[in-house]
């Protein structure tokens, strides 16, 4: 009888060799022990990404259930803007991983920013897209983010999940903003919310004041009035927005991103300061960064018509005393762009990820 060659067949101790190793690393991953581990990777074929975002999947809708549950039966603490701990058993989605690539010496001096209108009030999906926010996070480690359309419930799941950062709330009922800083490089002072005397639409402008490698920074984002009706009261708040930027002390780096709804138009009647610039100009007029709600390329919402608006925009102020280290708009990208596996994307909007070097 001829022999038969197994070489391209692994053994029973490779095969295990392996799926131990598999069962360890999940196990670190999750913060689960080898038994969970076991299970999920055998429900997905032993394939880590699938039981990974199985795992984190259920365990996201456990969260919301948690939330739902806790909303309905005790009342929510008030003033409560700041997490100032975070759980002690929670699992870091954005911690650094040890296999992740260390920036370069050249990225550690920039200052990193994303802003993301992430439509928390369509709950389809919510779970997945959530989760697909902390791997940006992950993928691009940014020192400070600006969110859009937060409700109680993705709040909850970032406090639990995004540990290594800083949540800072510009409300706490309904819908709102907030602010994420990453603890090791962003030093948080203090913030406060400012309302916008007549919106119909519970809007603010939430400000924080922090340092960043001992530049002092004002940090501000918003998600300015809605819809074309309401063009007049979101030149007002773009006003105020404006004058909180001027109005910063010459020593300090003013930083502003959010959902503003605003049409080139509205921009040109208010006018911006000539010491605030919009980074998107500034950087050239990229073409690709172009259009933050496309609904031509975007299909989240169910629309008729096709709509592509540069709604979500970053201003920047640089500090202006002698002898301030400055710094100045170096990049900008649109993320968000990789439909999930559900068949949607992380938002009806794109996020920005902007960088600012030394000038």
Same mark, same amino acid.
Not at 303 to 320: E, L, Q
């Given at each position: 009888?001829? $022999? ?6 692994? $053994? ?47 365990? #996201? ?11 309905? @039966? ?22 650094? $991983?040890?296999?992740?690539?260390? +920036? ?47 409700? +109680? ?88 927005? #404006?004058?909180? #930027? ?28 000539? @010491? ?41 102020? +640089?500090? $202006? ?7 100045? +708009?170096?990049? #900008? ?27």
């Amino acid at each position: 009888m001829a $022999s038969t060659s197994n070489t391209d067949t692994p $053994s029973v101790s490779d095969v295990e060799k392996s799926r131990s190793g598999l069962c360890e690393e999940f196990a670190a991953i999750t913060g689960t022990d080898s038994a969970v581990a076991q299970c999920y990777l055998a429900e997905n074929d032993w394939e880590m990404e699938r039981a990974i975002n199985s795992f984190f999947e259920a365990d #996201m809708e456990r969260i919301f259930e948690e939330d739902f549950e806790e909303s309905d @039966s005790i009342p929510q603490k008030k003033k409560q803007k700041v997490q100032k701990e975070s759980p002690k058993e929670c699992i870091d989605l954005t911690g650094e $991983s040890p296999a992740a690539r260390k +920036p370069s010496d050249e990225e550690n001096e920039k200052l990193s920013l994303i802003s993301w209108n992430v439509d928390g009030l369509d709950t389809d999906n919510l779970a997945e897209r959530a989760r697909s926010l902390c791997s940006y996070l992950v993928l691009y480690t940014p020192d400070v983010v600006f969110l859009q359309e937060l409700i +109680p419930q993705y709040v909850q799941y970032l406090k639990k999940r995004a540990v290594s950062y800083l949540i800072i709330e510009g409300g706490e009922d309904g819908y709102f903003t907030g602010m994420m800083l990453k603890k090791s490089r962003v030093k948080f002072l203090e913030s406060e919310i400012v309302v916008y005397p007549s919106t119909q639409m519970m809007r603010n402008l939430l400000v924080a004041q922090v340092t960043f490698k001992g530049q002092k920074l004002c940090l501000m984002t918003s998600h300015l009035e809605s819809c074309k009706g309401h063009a007049q009261e979101r030149m007002k708040q773009l006003r105020m927005v #404006m004058e909180r #930027m001027k109005a910063a002390p010459d020593d300090v780096t003013v930083l502003f991103g959010g959902d503003t709804n605003l049409r080139d138009t509205e921009v040109a009647k208010v006018g911006l300061p000539s @010491s605030v610039c919009d980074v998107w100009e500034r950087l050239g007029k990229q073409e690709h960064c172009r259009y933050t709600w496309d609904t031509k390329a975007n299909t989240n919402k169910t629309v008729p018509f096709v709509s592509r608006c540069r709604f979500d925009r970053i201003y920047f102020r +640089p500090a $202006s005393k002698e002898g301030i280290p400055c710094l100045a +708009p170096d990049h #900008m990208a649109l993320i968000g762009l990789e439909k999930l596996d559900c068949g949607r994307y992380t938002s009806d909007h794109w996020g920005i990820y902007c960088s600012f070097a030394a000038a």
